[in-house]
């Protein structure tokens, strides 16, 4: 189920904004298309916070295509004016297909020559009632073109995001390597090839996705209970993360989501 708010810091400031899952053999390749649309008036500006996750994203926007890559550190966006944007946050074996380097492209964001694709997409979402469903059809079907058949390679490589970054994720490297039967140096080839930033590096910001939600949704959570649960070692050290990569503890960000 694509969770429609994870990695978003303040949900409820969004414009009109969906989530929605890639169908056929577009779920190879795309964890979920998100697409934001807005339209504000003259002197209205609409910031958007997000802490990321650790992978690329392939963007089609009024005026072009770009790619991301995976954040090291939370980011915002402001929207103004009226547009809209389809993005489509990539599985591993779509990178691997797309980019040489996805290193190099952390916490940076590139053009991305995809006419043919811009053109599809833009059309769709101008087509009226059902514009998304078009839209992300189309973005799917350009990508499995694109990306071709996978190999065993793209396949095991899926596999490492789900065990660093799905709902029963690993804990340390260690633990992922062992559970896809691996050394703990070729997981870390696996996540630099096609991820571009370290094993541990994931993990941690998935603790810190889900440290954030439930903070956000559970104002009254006990927050050192919260940090055993989650594999903290302490109470500190979920507020030593939550400062890093947000810029704020998490008593502040209670404070702050639930006002």
């Known amino acids: 189920m694509v969770d429609p708010t994870r990695g978003v810091l303040y949900p409820e400031r969004l414009p009109t904004f969906h989530r929605m899952a890639p169908t056929g053999a577009g779920a190879e390749l795309v964890e979920w298309f998100w697409i934001p649309e807005w339209r504000l008036s003259a002197d209205e500006v609409s910031r958007q916070y997000i802490v990321g996750y650790p992978a690329v994203n392939l963007v089609v926007e009024h005026d072009g295509v770009t790619v991301s890559g995976a954040t090291t550190r939370a980011s915002f966006r402001d929207l103004r004016g009226e547009g809209w944007a389809v993005g489509a946050l990539l599985r591993p074996a779509a990178v691997g297909a797309l980019l040489e380097d996805p290193a190099a492209l952390v916490d940076g964001v590139r053009s991305f020559p995809a006419p043919e694709l811009y053109d599809a997409v833009a059309e769709a979402m101008r087509s009226g009632g059902g514009h998304r ?23 095991q490589a899926n596999a490492l995001a789900v065990e660093l970054m799905g709902g029963h994720g690993a804990t340390s490297p260690e633990e992922a390597a062992t559970r896809m039967a691996v050394s703990v140096r070729t997981l870390q080839r696996m996540a630099h090839r096609y991820v571009g930033v370290a094993p541990a590096a994931m993990i941690r910001r998935r603790r810190l996705q889900e440290a954030a939600q439930r903070v956000r949704d559970d104002p ?7 940090a055993a649960e989650l594999g903290y070692a302490d109470h500190a050290h979920l507020t030593r993360d939550f400062r890093a990569v947000l810029g704020f503890a998490p008593r502040d960000y209670r404070s702050d989501a639930g006002g």
């Open 220 to 226: 009254g959570v006990d927050l050192a209970g919260l």
């Open 133 to 155: 469903e078009r839209a992300t059809e189309v973005f799917g079907a350009w990508l499995t073109e694109r990306v071709g058949a996978l190999d065993d390679a793209a396949h």
